[in-house]
Structures are given as structure tokens and as C-alpha cells.
T-cell receptor, first 112, second 112 residues
Framework: DQQVKQNSPSLSVQEGRISILNCDYT??????FLWYKKYPAEGPTFLIS?????DKNEDGRFTVFLNKSAKHLSLHIVPSQPGDSAVYFC???????????FGAGTILRVKS | NAGVTQTPKFRVLKTGQSMTLLCAQD?????MYWYRQDPGMGLRLIHY???????AKGEVPDGYNVSRLKKQNFLLGLESAAPSQTSVYFC???????????FGPGTRLTVT
């Protein structure tokens, strides 16, 4: 029972263009959503987050959009850079202990 | 300020052997977590702790035990390793009022 789904295993984008990574969730109790970035042989690093009371959060080149009615969030990276090539995980939280439920990840490749 | 560190980085075990993975954090965070990452499955929570002396089960706790005797350390034990426990293990920590978890670099474990 996957509560957080990233249906695109991979995405390839040209440098300078927009990258859009998508995430769907099923549990309406989730109240906080996060995106993590992971390079090979390293631990995930926090990228950006959004509370369920907002529909958009922006940090430099990264913007996360939340559509609660559709139970969908997306991460936009503009402009994409080769250094953005990594695995991106979507995560959601609501339970005691601030536990996170992760999606399976999307591999982003930015071509120069 | 190292953040979250994990020991060892790599390990190969034979079926039935035991081992302990050590996680240490210098951020004085209350909450600590152990995850495993397998291809196509994202990160799955094994066990977590909301404070010194407390532990709780996550999504995939079978075959693992944990201890949090000191606030800064969280140990993950495998009493009798099985090939199904071949994975990359990540430790994470976060504060009481935060959702963003900070991850260690990971331990790659192979059970033959």
C-alpha cells in the first residue's frame, strides 16, 4: 500500500529548461510534504518543503506546488542545471514522531 | 560539526552472522530514525526513537533491533543476517518542532 507515489522512474531534461517532478499521495492526513535530493553514495539531503496550509513554496530555482484536492504535489526546477542530476524523493509526514513516508524516487538527468 | 555520521560505511556478512550499525549525531536532536533503501522502493522506516531510552517500530521492523541509550547515538542490530537484508541503511535525525530530517551518508550491507 504505497501512500506516496512517484510514477515517473526517470526524467531527462535539457540544461536551461524546466524540470517538473510529480508526486501523488493517498493519505489525506498528511500535513507536511518534503522533497529530498540524493546523489550516488551519499545520504538524501533536504531540498524544499511545503505545509498543507499552503499551495506554493519557492526557494531560488526550486518551487513546490501542492494541490490538496487532487492529492498531488510537484517540484519545478528552473532553469535546470547539470548539477541537478540526482534522484529526487518526495516525502510526506503527519504521524507522531514526525515520521516520513517516502516515494520510490525519480532519477533526473539534466543534459548539457 | 559533522551532523549525522554512520559506522561502518560498508560491510559484508554471511547468512546468520550478527552486526551492529552505529549512528551518531551532534545536533542535539530528539528524534532519530533508521531507514533501508532498496531499488525501486524508496526509503522505508525500520525503527525510530523520539528520545533517549525510547524506541518504536516503523514500517519494516522484522529482523532488526534498536537501542537509544544515549541521546546522540542510535544503534541498529541484526541478530541473524539474511540475504533479504542486503540493502543500503540510512540513519536520520530531526528536532522536536521540525519535519526536515538530516541523513547520514549510509551503510551498504551485503549478506551472502
Amino acid at each position: 500500500d504505497q501512500q506516496v507515489k512517484q510514477n515517473s522512474p526517470s526524467l531527462s531534461v535539457q540544461e536551461g529548461r524546466i524540470s517538473i517532478l510529480n508526486c501523488d499521495y493517498t493519505n489525506s492526513m498528511f500535513d507536511y510534504f518534503l522533497w529530498y535530493k540524493k546523489y550516488p553514495a551519499e545520504g538524501p539531503t533536504f531540498l524544499i518543503s511545503i505545509s498543507s496550509i499552503k499551495d506554493k513554496n519557492e526557494d531560488g530555482r526550486f518551487t513546490v506546488f501542492l494541490n490538496k484536492s487532487a492529492k498531488h504535489l510537484s517540484l519545478h526546477i528552473v532553469p535546470s542545471q547539470p548539477g541537478d542530476s540526482a534522484v529526487y524523493f518526495c516525502a510526506a509526514s503527519w504521524e507522531y514522531g514526525n515520521k516520513l513516508v517516502f516515494g520510490a524516487g525519480t532519477i533526473l538527468r539534466v543534459k548539457s | 560539526n559533522a551532523g549525522v555520521t554512520q559506522t561502518p560505511k560498508f560491510r559484508v556478512l554471511k547468512t546468520g552472522q550478527s552486526m551492529t550499525l552505529l549512528c551518531a549525531q551532534d545536533m542535539n536532536h530528539e528524534y532519530m530514525y533508521w531507514y533501508r533503501q532498496d531499488p525501486g522502493m524508496g526509503l522505508r522506516l525500520i525503527h525510530y526513537s523520539v528520545g533517549e531510552g525510547t524506541t518504536a517500530k516503523g514500517e519494516v521492523p522484522d529482523g532488526y533491533n534498536v537501542s537509544r541509550l544515549k541521546k546522540q547515538n542510535f544503534l541498529l542490530g541484526l541478530e541473524s543476517a539474511a540475504p533479504s537484508q542486503t540493502s543500503v541503511y540510512f540513519c536520520a535525525a530531526t528536532g522536536l518542532a521540525a519535519y526536515e530530517q538530516y541523513f547520514g551518508p549510509g551503510t551498504r550491507l551485503t549478506v551472502t
